[in-house]
């Protein structure tokens, strides 16, 4: 069963245009991890967020986490092709002893 | 050092063959994970070790059998593949903690892509 929903499953914007991807959970999340991945690629860790109202920044990339809504959100700020790729968020969810990742969120920047 | 390395990066075997992926990490890292992802698709863990321990093991067939050696190196053995074992295998390592699977970064190598004719 799908435990982590990511929307939209695919983004085209224009370089500049700030965007947000979002991740929900069907159970409680124990964390919520954020990844970027390029085609045929490994797994670059973005950030990691544990506490409900969490949030992080690093360079454009914020994340927060909304622990009541067992929901995360990805907001990227003037957006450069740099930041196309597939952006998946990880959970560990209560009740199971695994790693859940959503669906991914396909990005593409044009310039 | 902050890399997690992978060999081979691409592997084509086939349904008789035996081969072995491997990965190795130098980060100190105790806990260490190997996923399995289709095309278009997330990755699906398939097995923790822990402090060179398996820990868990995601009802992954018998065909494939993970190793680890010591705590820098992990493996994972093929024996018997199907077609639709075809994917790319990813292998990460992070600290570990008792009793949570995940506090920490997960740091992921490049994945061995793997082709079963």
């Known amino acids: 069963s799908q435990e982590l929903e990511q929307s939209p499953q695919s983004l085209i914007v224009q370089e500049g245009k700030n965007l947000t991807i979002n991740c929900t959970s069907s159970?409680?999340?124990?964390?919520l991890y954020w990844y970027k991945q390029k085609y045929g690629e490994g797994l670059i860790f973005l950030m990691m967020?544990?506490?409900?109202?969490e949030e992080k920044s690093h360079e454009k990339i914020t994340a927060k986490l909304d622990e009541k809504k067992q929901q995360s959100s990805l907001h990227i700020t003037a957006s450069q092709p740099s930041h196309a790729g597939i952006y998946l968020c990880?959970?560990?969810?209560?009740?199971?002893?695994?790693?859940?990742f959503g669906t991914g969120t396909r990005l593409t920047v044009i310039p | 050092d902050t890399e997690v390395t992978q060999t081979p990066k691409h592997l084509v075997m086939g349904m008789t063959n035996k081969k072995s992926l491997k990965c190795e990490q130098h980060?100190?890292?105790?806990?260490m994970y190997w996923y399995k992802q289709k095309a278009k698709k997330p990755p699906e863990l398939m097995f923790v070790?822990?402090?060179?321990?398996?820990?868990i093991n995601e009802s992954v067939p018998s065909r494939f059998s993970p190793e680890c050696p010591n705590s820098s190196l992990l493996n994972l053995h093929l024996h018997a593949l199907q077609p639709e074992d075809s994917a790319l295998y990813l292998c990460?390592?992070?600290?570990?903690?008792?009793?949570?699977?995940?506090?920490?970064?997960?740091?992921f190598g490049p994945g061995t892509r793997l082709t079963v004719l």
């Open positions: 990460a390592s992070s600290q570990d903690s008792p009793g949570q699977l995940l506090t920490d970064t997960q740091y």
């Open positions: 159970k409680t999340l124990y964390g």
């Open positions: 967020l544990q506490k409900g109202g």
């Open positions: 990880g959970a560990e969810v209560t009740g199971a002893n695994n790693l859940f």
């Open positions: 980060m100190g890292h105790r806990a």
């Open positions: 070790y822990s402090y060179e321990k398996l820990s």
